[in-house]
């Protein structure tokens, strides 16, 4: 069974920091890459960030240099370390497992968990 369980988001001046979680069944961590995706109103859902069983990471253009993404093996659960917040960081944010195909990444799963929200104000 898939669990996914995200947590962290809040309220944040531009400029600020938040740290994101997520917390996934064992058997889907434990072997695969994890992203964290976003959902801003009206957007369709992107994947900001990866980071593979080998602890390789993968940025997109919009966050790279500003957020960091690792993972806990033991506790099954990896973060997103978001820093100089801006408010085109609002939105939902998800984890799921991933896996590459054609050279792109994709979520492995059909299932999301409820994600957790970040707004950016000023």
């Known amino acids: 069974q898939v669990q996914l369980v995200e947590s962290g988001g809040g309220l944040v001046q531009p400029g600020g920091s938040l740290r994101l979680s997520c917390a996934a069944s064992g058997s889907i961590f434990s072997i695969n890459a994890m992203g964290w995706y976003r959902q801003a109103p009206g957007k369709q859902r992107e994947l900001v960030a990866l980071i593979t069983s080998g602890g390789n990471t993968n940025y997109a253009d919009s966050v790279k240099g500003r957020f960091g993404i690792s993972r806990d093996n033991a506790k099954n659960t990896v973060y997103l370390q978001m820093n100089s917040l801006k408010p085109e960081d609002t939105a939902v944010y998800y984890c799921?497992?991933?896996?590459?195909?054609?050279?792109?990444?994709?979520?492995?799963?059909?299932?999301w968990g409820q994600g957790t929200q970040v707004t950016v104000f000023s």
């Open positions: 799921n497992a991933v896996q590459k195909r054609g050279g792109s990444w994709y979520p492995m799963y059909g299932y």
